[in-house]
């Protein structure tokens, strides 16, 4: 990468912007008579929330071996993406990179931003077009990977987190139903990484809207100064927290769920318009078929309810691993066809 200097990429007025000081900041203890901050006196909810949320990042840190510095939390990773615009691209000026198929939120989100959109579609095998991106000047661009709904592992992040000049968000949704280990060890190798989690999925808070963004302190500071203060209300952040003081329960699940994926593979292949499936790192399998759509609306019918991609990749449903017993009644509605 040629030298990256973080102030040269970021919003001026987001470089210079002195952000809301809440009365949580300008004391921060736990004990005393606190008539600061407009609250309530009665009930156990009347008071606001940490909106550092030292407390959750302490157990993040604690569980992942990496500073609080390096840690923000987001209203959900949603949050996070819209940051990724707000800090760092001029509305109608700057440009991200965005590789379809992949989650729609990064074009959703993009457009409320009015940032311009270079779309350079992943290839035949599903893996980044990398001279193409790097032919490409804009100011971020979003990777998913596991990718959703193709549900690979992208091939050469490396190489872009290396020569690309600009913000690189790595979406790790999905990395823990996944043998590899993801980027989050190498922020501080790339000064222009942000690597993305979620509660939503393998910790099975999607409930609590809590996202996950790690990378470089300097950018951490401009997430927390460019959020609303308030962002993560303290219910979601100790459903968070509690999650994280059962690092058994999250794994069992997520062993049930890759078994059940291996399962569920085995058992849609047996059906006869079942075309292709293609290998997954992540809870979902995306599966071609001959007639999708109507298989679609057929399940639909059945009450069970998937996703039809028919129009992103032709003839693709993307199942969701579900229990055991949802699995089942899929396969047994499936072999009624
Ligand atoms: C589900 C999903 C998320 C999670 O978003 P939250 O706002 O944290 O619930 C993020 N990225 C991708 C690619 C997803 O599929």
Redesign the pocket.
């Given at each position: 990468m040629k030298k990256f200097e973080l102030k040269s990429i970021v919003r001026p007025n987001i470089w210079e912007l002195m952000p809301y000081s809440s009365a949580r900041d300008e004391f921060t203890g736990n004990e005393g008579v606190f008539l600061d901050a407009n609250e309530n006196p009665f009930g156990d909810r009347n008071r606001y929330p940490d909106p550092h949320q030292r407390e959750l990042k302490k157990a993040l840190s604690s569980r992942n071996n990496i500073p609080v510095d390096n840690i923000f939390i987001?209203?959900?990773?949603?949050?996070?993406?819209d940051l990724v615009y707000r800090i760092f691209c001029e509305p109608s000026r700057d440009s991200v990179i965005i590789c379809p198929p992949?989650?729609g939120?990064y074009e959703v989100s993009a457009n409320i931003n009015n940032v311009n959109i270079i779309r350079i579609p992943l290839d035949d095998e599903f893996e980044l077009n990398t001279d193409l991106i790097l032919a490409e000047s804009a100011k971020c661009i979003f990777i998913?990977s596991p990718?959703?709904?193709t549900g690979n592992n992208l091939k050469s992040i490396k190489e872009i987190l290396d020569q690309f000049n600009g913000i690189v968000v790595v979406?790790?949704?999905?990395i823990d139903f996944s043998d590899s280990e993801g980027f989050m060890s190498t922020i501080d190798k790339y000064p222009n990484l942000i690597v993305?989690?979620?509660?939503?999925?393998a910790w099975a808070l999607?409930k609590a809207?809590?996202?996950?963004a790690y990378s470089n302190s300097d950018i951490i500071a401009l997430m927390d100064k460019t959020k609303p203060p308030y962002n993560v209300s303290g219910f979601n952040q100790q459903e968070a927290i509690n999650a994280l003081l059962e690092p058994k329960k999250f794994e069992q699940r997520v062993d049930i769920i890759l078994e059940q994926r291996n399962l569920l593979e085995k058992e849609l292949y047996k059906l006869p318009f079942v075309k292709h499936i293609y290998p997954s790192d992540?809870n979902f399998l995306l599966v071609k078929m001959s007639e999708a759509s109507e298989i679609y609306k057929y399940l639909v019918s059945n009450k069970v309810i998937v996703r039809n991609r028919d129009t992103v990749i032709p003839g693709c449903i993307r199942i969701t691993v579900g229990s055991p017993e949802e699995n089942s009644r899929l396969i047994e509605v499936l072999q009624n066809y």
């Open positions: 987001g209203n959900g990773s949603d949050e996070v993406i992949t989650y939120m998913c990718n959703n709904p979406d790790e949704a999905y993305m989690q979620t509660f939503s999925k999607a809207r809590v996202g996950v992540a």
